[in-house]
Structure formats: structure tokens, C-alpha cells
T-cell receptor, first 110, second 114 residues
Framework: TQLLEQSPQFLSIQEGENLTVYCNSSSVFSSLQWYRQEPGEGPVLLVTVVTGGEVKKLKRLTFQFGDARKDSSLHITAAQPGDTGLYLCAVNTGGFKTIFGAGTRLFVKA | SAVISQKPSRDICQRGTSLTIQCQVDSQVTMMFWYRQQPGQSLTLIAT?????????ESGFVIDKFPISRPNLTFSTLTVSNMSPEDSSIYLCSGGGGEGGTQYFGPGTRLLVL
């Protein structure tokens, strides 16, 4: 089983729609990260959430860390074609390693 | 921040051969890692590249198949040995500042084994 479960796996929406991506685990984490990866590129860090219940905003993206620090969500308001990409949640485990969820592939149609 | 470059960016190789991928960071980083990403999927950690000593491999990956070097704090190589079509994948290098620190990724090396 995966340490981090992401849903949905794939999402295709029209420009202007809202969407939410989820990252769940049965483990508690001290922090959680969200990355976005565009085709032909490596993942780029969007945000790190640290405190249970924390909400962070990055323009049209809203990230929330669950109260128990076991899950997180990413909400995108008024999606644009430029938001298309693979969204990955990740956590640091022992030995400074980063473990990634399976990812949500988002396609925003113009 | 750190900028990470990899080369080659892509290659097509014959089965049974080996390919060495280079990763260069523009500043000293504490940690360097190698990941594999199958098309359309997430990243799987292959190993932690340790400076001046043997890499630490994750379950399912072994040194004979994926030898790794890290002679200093800014450079590492990953060799994919005795390749088979199942090794076709994207190989990504990353560097970061340790626990809780931001990781920066290279653009990846796209490998196709025929």
C-alpha cells in the first residue's frame, strides 16, 4: 500500500471550473509538501504545510493540512489551462528522504 | 535555491548496454537523491547519493543494477546497467538541504531501451 493516497488520479475540466485534489494517509506527518510537475520538467515545490489545520494560499491555489496532520487538500479556483500538470503530495521520512503520492493528473481545457 | 542540470536529457539505448546519467547542482547541497518515474506516474526513490561513500538504496533497487557515485557536494552520477526495455523511464536527480528542507529537481533524463 502507498504511504500517501491521492485522489482523483485524473481530472479533466473546463477552464473556469473549481477543483479539489486530496492526499490521505493513516500516518501522522510533521509536514507535507505539494509539487507540480509539467511535461518535460522535474517537480517544482508549491508549498509546505506544517501546522495541523493550516491553510495556505498561492494565488488561486488553496492548500489545507488536516487537523490531525494525516491528510491535505489542494483547491484550485477558476482553473486555467496553465494549471495543467501532475500534482504530487509528498512527505519527508527518516533519512531526509521525500516520498511522493501517486499524483493527480489535471488537464484544463480552454 | 538550487539549479540542477542533468545530461543526457534523453537517450535511446540497446538492451544489454549501460548508460551513465550525470547530475550537476549549481550550489552545495546536503542531500542528493535519484528517482525513477514511469510515464504518467509518480516518482519512486531509487537511492540516496552519499558523498564519498556508497549510496543508500531503497527496497527493490541494488547497487549492481544502479551504481551511483557522488564525489563531492555538487555532482552525482547514476548508471543504469545491463539495460532491458523495463528500464525505459524518466530518471530524475534532486538535491536539498536535509530534513524539512526544500528539494530541487533536475529536468530528468528520458531513457528508452529497445
Amino acid at each position: 500500500t502507498q504511504l500517501l493516497e491521492q485522489s482523483p488520479q485524473f481530472l479533466s475540466i473546463q477552464e473556469g471550473e473549481n477543483l479539489t485534489v486530496y492526499c490521505n494517509s493513516s500516518s501522522v506527518f510533521s509536514s507535507l509538501q505539494w509539487y507540480r510537475q509539467e511535461p518535460g520538467e522535474g517537480p517544482v515545490l508549491l508549498v509546505t504545510v506544517v501546522t495541523g489545520g493550516e491553510v495556505k494560499k498561492l494565488k488561486r491555489l488553496t492548500f489545507q493540512f488536516g487537523d490531525a496532520r494525516k491528510d491535505s487538500s489542494l483547491h484550485i479556483t477558476a482553473a486555467q489551462p496553465g494549471d495543467t500538470g501532475l500534482y504530487l503530495c509528498a512527505v519527508n521520512t527518516g533519512g531526509f528522504k521525500t516520498i511522493f503520492g501517486a499524483g493527480t493528473r489535471l488537464f484544463v481545457k480552454a | 535555491s538550487a539549479v540542477i542540470s542533468q545530461k543526457p536529457s534523453r537517450d535511446i539505448c540497446q538492451r544489454g548496454t549501460s548508460l551513465t546519467i550525470q547530475c550537476q547542482v549549481d550550489s552545495q547541497v546536503t542531500m542528493m537523491f535519484w528517482y525513477r518515474q514511469q510515464p504518467g506516474q509518480s516518482l519512486t526513490l531509487i537511492a540516496t547519493a552519499n558523498q564519498g561513500s556508497e549510496a543508500t538504496y531503497e527496497s527493490g533497487f541494488v547497487i549492481d543494477k544502479f551504481p551511483i557515485s557522488r564525489p563531492n557536494l555538487t555532482f552525482s552520477t547514476l548508471t543504469v546497467s545491463n539495460m532491458s526495455p523495463e528500464d525505459s523511464s524518466i530518471y530524475l536527480c534532486s538535491g536539498g538541504g536535509g530534513e524539512g528542507g526544500t528539494q530541487y529537481f533536475g529536468p530528468g533524463t528520458r531513457l528508452l531501451v529497445l
